[in-house]
Each structure stands twice: as structure tokens, then as C-alpha cells.
């Protein structure tokens, strides 16, 4: 991470995929230069969704593309042509997958991809915390990452995910996450239209009405 930095501005393409990464590289970036402003001159930034895009503006970065299909495949795919040949700075977490640097470099980039930040598994105080909330029955579950899916399956066991989804839907901002909490043996999955807090808040809301008129619909027929 340090050595990238060190050389920022021989980067054509900073690629964000979450709104960690920006917030991991901002916080290193001005740890180690006085004046951050310096070493956004010469690189171009990508977001693979509108909230990451939003947490790079803040950051100081100017967004020159955000991906259509908020996906890191999504991303690759659509700026192909641009980032052939190009040298591509890629920070992202220690449990990224290794779909999105595979592309890039299909596509002829030469990328230089860091862990940025590691995804650590909560201590045994929050599992207690997490375990006393679901007793009083919860009527959804909304998951931000895979990792998160991943954590929270640790905390509970699988037995007990899969006695929730009897009574909870779990809602998944994006094809990533669903696909996680599908390898987990969820099957009642909401997903968001978009990747944002407001698309996955709607998801559940949109869900909960259809559940709502359902239950109505099967009390006046009874």
C-alpha cells in the first residue's frame, strides 16, 4: 500500500470498490504525504457504484467514471478499451475475490492491486449482542458485503440462519452479497435494485408490503 502511494502519480486509473477502500487509502495517504492534493493530480478515479463514487469525491479524488452494473466485473467490462494498456492501482480488501483483477488484466491493464484493509470476524462480545437481538424475532437482515454474510454465519451457525430465514427475509445490496447468502443456504433474498443504503432499504420495505397485502388477502378470503 505504502509503495503504491509512493508513487501515485505513475497510476493512469485508481479503481474504488468500496467505500472502505477509499476510506483506507485516504487515511494512509495522509499519513505519509503533507499536502494529499499532490498525488490526485495525474490519476484518473473509477467507482464501481454511486456511494463509493460519493466517498472518492469526498476524499478529494475526481470520479471520471462510475460502473452501469455495480459489480467489479460490471466495472471491468465497461471501461475495457479505456484501460488497455493502462497501469491500474486496485486497493482492496484481504477477501476480495480475484474476479475483478483477472478481468482487468484480461483486458491488457497492467494492475497493481494491495490490501488496503482486512475484514476482521467480530469478538465474542458482539456475537452475545447479535445473538440476544435476534431472540426478540427480527423481520429482516440486511447485508452490505459478502464478508458481512460471511461474519454473520460464523456468529450465528447454520442451523440458526437457516431457522431465521423461515421468519426473516435477508435483504443483499448487491449481485455479490445475494450470491453470498445463496452459498449459505439462504433462499428467501430480497436484493436491492441499486447498491445503495437507500435501494436496499427499499428492497425490505417493498417486501414487507407484499407480505402485508398477502397476509391481508389470505384473512379476508378466510
Same mark, same amino acid.
Given at each position: 500500500m505504502d509503495a503504491a502511494l509512493a508513487r501515485m502519480d505513475s497510476f493512469d486509473w485508481i479503481i474504488f470498490t468500496s467505500a472502505n477502500a477509499v476510506q483506507a487509502v485516504e487515511? +494512509?495517504?495522509?499519513? =505519509?504525504?503533507?499536502?494529499?492534493? #499532490?498525488?490526485?493530480?495525474? #490519476? +484518473? /478515479?473509477?467507482?464501481?457504484?454511486?456511494? #463509493?463514487?460519493?466517498?472518492? $469525491? =469526498?476524499?478529494?479524488?475526481?470520479?471520471?467514471?462510475?460502473?452501469? &452494473? =455495480?459489480?467489479?466485473?460490471?466495472? /471491468? $467490462?465497461?471501461?475495457?478499451? $479505456?484501460?488497455?494498456?493502462?497501469?491500474?492501482?486496485?486497493?482492496?480488501?484481504? +477477501?476480495? &475475490?480475484?474476479?475483478?483483477? #483477472?478481468?482487468?488484466?484480461?483486458s491488457g491493464a497492467v494492475v497493481t492491486e494491495v490490501v488496503a484493509y482486512r475484514t476482521l470476524p467480530p469478538n465474542a462480545d458482539d456475537r452475545e449482542k447479535v445473538i440476544d437481538s435476534l431472540k426478540g424475532g427480527v423481520d429482516g437482515i440486511l447485508f452490505f458485503s459478502p464478508s458481512a454474510v460471511h461474519n454473520f454465519l460464523e456468529l450465528v451457525g447454520r442451523e440458526r440462519l437457516e431457522a431465521l430465514q423461515g421468519r426473516a427475509v435477508m435483504v443483499a445490496i448487491g449481485p455479490a452479497t445475494a450470491r453470498a447468502l445463496s452459498a449459505a443456504g439462504v433462499q428467501r433474498i430480497a436484493r436491492a435494485a441499486d447498491t445503495t443504503t437507500e435501494a436496499v432499504v427499499e428492497a425490505l420495505e417493498g417486501h414487507l408490503a407484499r407480505t402485508k397485502k398477502r397476509s391481508t388477502e389470505g384473512v379476508k378470503q378466510g
Open positions: 487515511r +494512509r495517504r495522509r499519513e =505519509h504525504s503533507g499536502d494529499p492534493s #499532490t498525488i490526485l493530480n495525474h #490519476t +484518473r /478515479a473509477a467507482a464501481v457504484g454511486p456511494a #463509493t463514487a460519493e466517498e472518492a $469525491e =469526498h476524499a478529494g479524488f475526481s470520479v471520471d467514471y462510475v460502473a452501469t &452494473n =455495480h459489480s467489479g466485473a460490471g466495472l /471491468a $467490462e465497461e471501461l475495457r478499451a $479505456e484501460l488497455a494498456g493502462r497501469s491500474i492501482f486496485l486497493p482492496r480488501s484481504d +477477501r476480495a &475475490n480475484a474476479d475483478l483483477p #483477472t478481468a482487468l488484466r484480461r
